[in-house]
C-alpha cells in the first residue's frame, strides 16, 4: 500500500520538482539575511560560567578580599534618569536599575559573581552567575515617596556565599544562598548599574512603536563595613564599558568615562565623601537577549526560507489527494485496496516522510550556511548551543512534514485544492505574517497560540529572561509557546483534520 | 470576441460558486478593515488611510483564489476541451475570462473597499482620497489578472493558488528579513505586494522604497507577465 502512494508521488513530475524546490529554496532564502555588517571578532559578547552570552557591564567600587569576608552597607538614595527617547532626562528609575553589593572573580566581563542589589521596581533580590535571580523582601517607600533606606549584606564563607537584607540594620532577613565558582582572591564591592529599557509607545492595528534606550542609575551608600582580609584602598571603574581602566578613588572628584568606539555614554563615576560612597552607572549584569534591547541577530532569521518551502509542500500534500478525486483515480484506488483507511494513511505516510527527509536535509543546510554567510559578512549572530540547532533543524523537518499531513486532510475533506490550499495556508502561513507585521503585541500573541501558525516557536533561538526588560514579541523572535507546546498545537490541529478527512472518505462516494 | 464574453459570462453567471466569491471579495475586505478601525485607539502616528485599507490584504487572497478557479475550474472538470473546440482561437478565450474577472473583481472591490472607507471615515473621521481607495480597487484587479495568468500556465487550481498566494505573502516575510538596507529597499519595489500597497500611502512618501503609483505600475508588470506566460502557454501547449 505504501510502496503504490510512494509510486504515485514519485511518478508526477511536478510534485518530484515541487519537492526539490521547496528544498532549494530553504537554502537559498538563508543566504538572503547576510548582507552589510561590520561586525568582526572583535563583537564577541562576553560568556557568563553557564556559556550564555551576557552582557556585563556597570560602576564597581570595590577591594580584593581573601578567604572569608563580609560586607555591609546602607543604600539611602537611589535614583535614575532616562537618557534617550522622548522620556529622555526624566528622574525615572527603569524597573531594572540595580544597585548593591557584589563579590566577583576579578573584573573581567563574564566572570562568575554573587550580588544582593535594590532595584528599581523589583525589591532586594540576590542574583548570581547572570541566569540565576532569588526574590527578596520588596522596596520599601518612605514618607516622601522615595525608597526607603535599605541595609543590605553579602558574606562569603568557603563556597557559599549569602545574601541578606534588612530594613534597620538590626534584623536580618536571608535572600538567598549561590555557590559561584569564586576562587581565593576576589573583589567584593559596591556596584550601581541600569540597563537600555525599552516599552511600547502606540500599540494600534497596524503597527508597535517603541521607544527605550540607556538609563543611569545613581545610588548613595553609606555605613559600609568589611569583614575578613581584604586590601586597604578601595577602587573605582566602569566595568565593561568602552574604556574599563581601572583608576583609584580619590576623596572627592567623579571619574568619568572616556569615550570609546560607541555613542558617547553619560558620566558615570563614584565619589566619596566622609565614609558616604555615591555611585553612577549604567549597563546591566544579565543575560544578553536579541531584540529591541539586544544586539545581534539570530539564527532563526536563516530560516526565512520555511514559509516558501511550505507553500510548496502544502500544495503537493493537498494535490496528492485531490488529484485522484480529480482524476477519477479515486476509484480505482479504492478498488485496489477497499480499505480507504489505509489508503489515507499510507497516503498520510508517504507524503509525511519524504517531506520531513526534505526538511531535515534543507534546514540542515541552510543553518550553517546561512550563519556561515552572515558572518562572513560581518553582522554578529548571537551563539546558540547545538542543542538548539538541533531541535530547530528537526523541529522544522516535523512542522514541514506535519503541514503536509494536514493539508492532505484538508484537501480530502473539501475534495478542491484551491479551496483546501487557501484554508491551510490561511491558518498557517497567514497568521504568522499578520503575527509580525499588524497586530497588536496581545492578539499576536493570541494568534499564535491557537492557529497551527504557533509551530513556528520550534525555530525559536532566543531566551526569553524575566530578569531582563525587552520587548517579547513575535516580530523579533520571540514566540508565545515553547517549542514543544507549538509543535502540539499543530500536531492537534493535524490529528483532528485527519480524523474528520477518514470519517468523510470512508462514508462519500469516490467521486 | 463578442462570442467568447458571451459564452464566458453564461458559465460564469450559471456556476454556483461566482455570487459567493463575489460577495467574499467585498466581505472580506469590508469586515478586516472595519475590526482594524474599530480596535484602534487614536491620535495614531501612522497612516490611518493604510489602516482603514488594510481589509486588501485578505481581499487579495479571496479575489485571487476565485480568479484562478475561473479558468483552473475548467481544467479540472474537462471542460476546457469543449471550451477551446467551441472557440479555438484559445487567446481569445483567455482574454475573454480576463475581462470579465476584471469586471467582477473591479465591481465587488469597489463596493469592499468603499465600505472598507466608510468604516474609516465613520469611526476615524478618515477623508477621501482619490488615489488609495481607487489604487486599492485596481490593486485586487491586477491581482485577479496575476491569477489567472497562472492558472493558464499550471493547468489547475491548486499549484496556481500556491504560486499566486505565496508570492503575495512570502514576499513581505522574505523582506522583513533582508538585514541590508539596500536589498530591502530594492526588494519591496519588486515584490508585488509590497509595490502594490504602497497605492495606499499617503504620509511619508519619501521613505516609501517606491511611489505609489509606480508600485501598482510593479503590480500591472507583474499581471501583465503573468498573462503573457499564460498565454504562451495556451497556445502552445494541450489542454
Known amino acids: 500500500m505504501i510502496r503504490a502512494e510512494w509510486t504515485k508521488l514519485r511518478t508526477v513530475r511536478g510534485w518530484v520538482a515541487a519537492m526539490a524546490g521547496a528544498l532549494l529554496l530553504i537554502v537559498v532564502l538563508a543566504t538572503a539575511p547576510g548582507a552589510g555588517g561590520t561586525c568582526d571578532a572583535r563583537c564577541a559578547l562576553p560568556t557568563g560560567p553557564e556559556g550564555q552570552e551576557v552582557t556585563d557591564s556597570f560602576r564597581f567600587v570595590h577591594r580584593t578580599l581573601t578567604g572569608d569576608g563580609t560586607i555591609t552597607a546602607r543604600i539611602t538614595s537611589f535614583t535614575g534618569t532616562r537618557d534617550a527617547g522622548p522620556d529622555a532626562n526624566d528622574p525615572v528609575l527603569v524597573p531594572w536599575a540595580k544597585a548593591g553589593l557584589i563579590v566577583k572573580d576579578g573584573t573581567t566581563p563574564g566572570s562568575p559573581y554573587a550580588a544582593v542589589m535594590l532595584t528599581g521596581a523589583h525589591g532586594v533580590r540576590m542574583q548570581y552567575d547572570y541566569v540565576h535571580d532569588v526574590a527578596g523582601p520588596a522596596g520599601r517607600t518612605g514618607s516622601d515617596g522615595r525608597a526607603a533606606a535599605q541595609w543590605l549584606r553579602l558574606t562569603r564563607t568557603g563556597t557559599t556565599v549569602t545574601a541578606a537584607a534588612s530594613p534597620d540594620g538590626t534584623h536580618w532577613t536571608t535572600v538567598g544562598r549561590a555557590t559561584p565558582d569564586l576562587p581565593q582572591q576576589v573583589e567584593i564591592g559596591l556596584f550601581a548599574t541600569s540597563p537600555q529599557y525599552s516599552e511600547v509607545s502606540t500599540e494600534v492595528f497596524g503597527v508597535t512603536g517603541a521607544s527605550g534606550g540607556p538609563s543611569t542609575a545613581t545610588a548613595a551608600f553609606d555605613q559600609v563595613r568589611l569583614g575578613g582580609t581584604t586590601a586597604t584602598e578601595w577602587r573605582s571603574q566602569q566595568l565593561g564599558g568602552p574604556s574599563s581602566t581601572p583608576e583609584t578613588n580619590g576623596p572627592d572628584a567623579a571619574a568619568p568615562v572616556t569615550d570609546g568606539p560607541g555613542p558617547p555614554l553619560p558620566d558615570t563615576g563614584s565619589a566619596e565623601d566622609g565614609g558616604v560612597f555615591t555611585l553612577t552607572g549604567n549597563g546591566d549584569v544579565a543575560p544578553a537577549v536579541s531584540g529591541a534591547n539586544g544586539l545581534g541577530f539570530s539564527v532563526t532569521q536563516t530560516l526565512a526560507g520555511t514559509f516558501a518551502g511550505l507553500i510548496l509542500v502544502v500544495v503537493v500534500g493537498a494535490m496528492f489527494m485531490t488529484a485522484e478525486y480529480r482524476r477519477g483515480l479515486l476509484g480505482v484506488t479504492v478498488a485496489a485496496s477497499p480499505r480507504r483507511g489505509r489508503v489515507l494513511l499510507a497516503k498520510a505516510v508517504v507524503i509525511g516522510g519524504v517531506t520531513a527527509v526534505t526538511g531535515a536535509v534543507a534546514a540542515a543546510i541552510a543553518l550553517p550556511l546561512g550563519s556561515r554567510v552572515m558572518r562572513a559578512n560581518g553582522l554578529y549572530l548571537n551563539a546558540v548551543s547545538t542543542g538548539t540547532e538541533v531541535r530547530i533543524v528537526l523541529g522544522t523537518a516535523a512542522l514541514l512534514a506535519s503541514c503536509a499531513v494536514f493539508a492532505l486532510a484538508i484537501g480530502t475533506v473539501l475534495r478542491r485544492g484551491a479551496v483546501a490550499l487557501t484554508v491551510v495556508l490561511g491558518l498557517t502561513v497567514l497568521p504568522y505574517l499578520l503575527a509580525v507585521s499588524v497586530l497588536p503585541a496581545g492578539v499576536a500573541d493570541a494568534v499564535l497560540t491557537v492557529t497551527p501558525a504557533a509551530a513556528f516557536a520550534v525555530q525559536q533561538s532566543a531566551v526569553e529572561y524575566a530578569m531582563v526588560d525587552n520587548l517579547y514579541l513575535p516580530n523579533t523572535g520571540y514566540f508565545p509557546l515553547p517549542p514543544a507546546g507549538g509543535l502540539a498545537v499543530l500536531l492537534g490541529w493535524t490529528a483532528v483534520a485527519f480524523a474528520a478527512a477518514l470519517v468523510l472518505l470512508r462514508r462519500r462516494d469516490v467521486r | ?239
Do not use: N
Not at chain 2, 468604516?119 to 485586487?140: I, K, M, N, Q, T
Not at chain 2, 491569477?147 to 523582506?175: E, F, K
Not at chain 2, 501598482?216 to 497556445?235: K, M, N, P, S
Open chain 2, 1 to 239: 470576441m463578442r462570442d467568447a464574453l458571451r459564452g464566458e459570462w453564461t458559465k460564469l453567471r450559471t456556476s454556483p460558486g461566482t455570487p459567493w466569491a463575489v460577495l467574499a471579495v467585498a466581505l472580506s475586505t469590508a469586515a478586516v478593515s472595519a475590526l482594524a478601525v474599530t480596535t484602534v485607539r487614536c491620535p495614531c502616528a501612522t497612516d490611518t488611510m493604510t489602516l482603514t485599507l488594510v481589509g486588501v490584504q485578505l481581499g487579495q487572497a479571496v479575489a485571487a483564489v476565485f480568479a484562478v478557479g475561473v479558468l483552473g475550474g475548467e481544467y479540472g472538470t474537462g471542460m476546457i476541451t469543449v471550451t477551446f473546440a467551441a472557440t479555438p482561437r484559445r487567446l481569445t478565450v483567455l482574454a475573454a475570462k480576463a475581462v470579465l474577472v476584471a469586471a467582477l473583481v473591479a465591481a465587488s472591490g469597489a463596493v469592499g473597499v468603499g465600505a472598507a472607507w466608510a468604516s474609516g471615515h465613520a469611526a476615524l473621521d478618515e477623508d477621501f482620497a482619490v488615489r488609495p481607495v481607487a489604487g486599492s480597487v485596481l490593486y485586487l484587479v491586477l491581482v485577479a489578472l496575476l491569477g489567472l495568468g497562472a492558472a493558464a500556465v499550471t493547468r489547475g487550481s491548486a499549484a496556481a493558488v500556491g504560486v499566486v498566494l505565496g508570492l503575495l505573502y512570502v514576499g513581505p516575510i522574505v523582506g522583513g528579513v533582508l538585514t541590508d538596507p539596500d536589498w530591502r529597499r530594492h526588494f519591496r519595489q519588486v515584490s508585488p505586494a509590497d509595490a502594490g500597497l504602497a497605492v495606499q500611502s499617503t504620509l511619508d512618501l519619501d521613505h516609501l522604497p517606491i511611489q505609489p503609483w509606480q508600485g501598482l505600475g510593479v503590480l500591472a508588470l507583474w499581471a501583465a507577465a503573468g498573462l503573457a506566460a499564460g498565454a504562451v502557454a495556451l497556445a502552445r501547449r494541450d489542454a
